[in-house]
């Protein structure tokens, strides 16, 4: 199964701010998803990203808002846009092999 | 629209004993279910995954059924170990896309 460093694994940032956080796997993927964790809710599928294409998102998520780069194989970033309070979550990014997860970023918009 | 629940109360057993987990599912046909363990901080661990055509799955002290007619599963720990305290994620998928919906998850605490 695919290893995945996630960082940062947690921030505190100002609201109407930008937060990028990227996934490296260890070994060469097709599709990488990001999700979204709300304290104490289920994860939420937020796109799906493959190399070469643009990300496919879901519904209620928009590309202005969560823009994501896939710019090869092994590597994928999710910036959140103009943060609010809202967007205080837990974001983590997975991929199929091995059914594996990143560790998160624990998100705290003030 | 579709739905998966777990209970949200967490599940508090003496250790020794089995765990019991449930997961329903409405207005879905997913053709296989998973189940992972999530520790405080951390994401998502998998554990098992059984398909539509499979009624049991087994690894080790872990068992996971998938009734399709029920529209459930069951995720069973038998001679449950304090380690084994940790919410337990449901999820089900569509071979064509790989996305997963999940539950909201059960916290399972095991008393030594």
């Known amino acids: 199964s695919a290893v995945i460093s996630q960082k940062p694994s947690r921030d505190i940032c100002q609201r109407g701010t930008s937060l990028t956080i990227q996934c490296q796997v260890d070994s060469q993927v097709t599709m990488m998803f990001w999700y979204r964790q709300q304290p104490g809710q289920s994860l939420t599928l937020i796109a799906t990203a493959n190399q070469g294409s643009e990300a496919t998102y879901e519904s209620g998520f928009v590309i202005d808002k969560f823009p994501i780069s896939r710019p090869n194989l092994t590597f994928s970033t999710l910036t959140v846009s103009n943060m609010s309070p809202e967007d205080s979550s837990i974001y983590l990014c997975s991929v199929v092999e091995g059914y594996t997860f990143g560790s998160g970023t624990r998100l705290t918009v003030v | 629209s579709q739905k998966i629940e777990q209970n949200s109360e967490a599940l508090n057993i003496q250790e020794g004993k089995t765990a019991t987990l449930t997961c329903n599912y409405t207005?879905?046909?997913?053709?296989?279910l998973q189940w992972y363990r999530q520790d405080p901080g951390r994401g998502p661990v998998f554990l098992l995954l059984?398909?539509?055509?499979?009624k049991e799955k087994r690894k080790e002290r872990l068992k996971v059924t998938f009734d399709t007619t029920l529209k459930q599963s069951l995720f069973h720990i038998t001679a449950s170990q304090p380690a084994d305290s940790a919410t337990y994620l449901c999820a089900f998928g569509m071979d064509s896309s790989y996305k997963l919906i999940f539950g909201s998850g059960t916290r399972l605490l095991v008393r030594p």
């Open positions: 207005n879905y046909s997913p053709a296989y």
């Open positions: 059984i398909r539509e055509n499979e």
